[in-house]
């Protein structure tokens, strides 16, 4: 029997976690955590099957759900008020908390979950902003708590970001690996550091987006172009890591220094580990070892099968041509 699944907070990112799961065939159950008078519980209550209801008929219009299942589906999901927590929580194997960004209100929110849910269910918050060892105090029993960050929107984004603190119990997180394995995620593990791994990433790479539009470097719709069809295109194929290797570190550190010196600014500046790669021999594919380890690695038969992936990708967006004969 697949575990039951308690979404803690009826708003976006409860409502797409019980989304995800309920296409998976799991049991969803959505507490909404928040004081209401039953009249205002039963309005929230009704927007939230309405939205989950229309996300899954534009999954069907999107050719990634039989349009016969809307409904299968969406009866998987129940919405239920804070007075009838003590009564569900219990029941669910992993409850995902999603109330808003605020430590206070999430601290509350977890040390009454733990105390309702008993010591059984894996309990996990979604907090992109909010470090795991700063909420498991709130938790009775924290080695069953850890964050699990899931990025907008929910039902499509394939990652979830994983980050156990101090207390979580290995065995833990390498369920919850397995829970969202099984439903086709793709998990991976980062250290309980601000930001955890793509929000770093994406803040660094937006901030240069908006300032090169400050700058007049281009326009806002050429940056875009230049992201969608040369950045994005190359990175949904090859990580940026896997791309250092593939050109090699010595032409980022050499990009690197070109850029602060004709910028005059230090954010460009490589990071310590690109110059000790160099002076250690691991430049990339072509010494057999970067961030990566091609020693073994068939590397002519590695290439062809990114570059297949690289076509396809093409091929995805209508830009594949035919030969001129």
């Not at 009564?87 to 605020?102: H, K, N, T, Y």
């Not at 940026?240 to 290797?245: A, N, T």
């Amino acid at each position: 029997m697949k575990p039951v699944i308690g979404c803690l907070g009826a708003g976006r990112m409860g409502r797409g976690i019980a989304v995800v799961f309920a296409f998976a065939g799991h049991q969803v159950v959505v507490v909404d955590f928040k004081e209401r008078e039953a009249s205002a519980f039963e309005a929230l209550a009704a927007e939230a099957r309405a939205e989950i209801r229309s996300t899954l008929e534009i999954l069907s219009r999107i050719d990634l759900l039989p349009p016969g299942l809307v409904p299968t589906i969406a009866e998987r999901i129940r919405i239920m008020p804070r007075q009838e927590a003590d009564a569900v929580l219990p029941r669910c194997d992993v409850i995902f908390e999603g109330v808003p960004e605020i430590l206070g209100l999430k601290q509350a929110a977890l040390a009454e979950t733990s105390r309702l849910a008993g010591e059984g269910p894996i309990i996990a918050s979604t907090t992109s902003t909010i470090l795991v060892d700063d909420l498991a105090g709130s938790i009775e029993h924290p080695g069953r708590f850890l964050n699990a960050h899931w990025l907008n929107p929910a039902y499509l984004v394939p990652l979830i970001e994983l980050s156990p603190g101090r207390l979580t119990s290995p065995e833990v997180t390498a369920r919850m690996k397995t829970l969202l394995e099984g439903i086709g995620k793709v998990p991976v593990v980062c250290a309980a550091r601000p930001g955890f791994i793509v929000p770093r990433i994406q803040s660094l790479a937006m901030n240069e987006a908006a300032r090169m539009v400050e700058e007049g470097v281009a326009s806002a719709e050429d940056i875009d172009k230049a992201v969608i069809y040369g950045f994005g295109f190359r990175f949904a194929v090859l990580g940026l890591l896997e791309f250092i290797d593939w050109g090699g570190g010595d032409i980022l550190h050499h990009a690197s220094r070109y850029l602060v010196e004709a910028l005059g600014d230090s954010r460009y500046a490589a990071p310590d580990i690109i110059a000790a790669n160099m002076r250690e021999g691991r430049i990339g594919m072509k010494t057999g070892q970067g961030f990566m380890n091609y020693e073994g690695v068939d590397q002519a038969a590695y290439r062809e099968k990114r570059l297949a992936a690289f076509a396809a990708a093409l091929r995805a967006m209508g830009l594949a041509r035919e030969p001129v004969v």
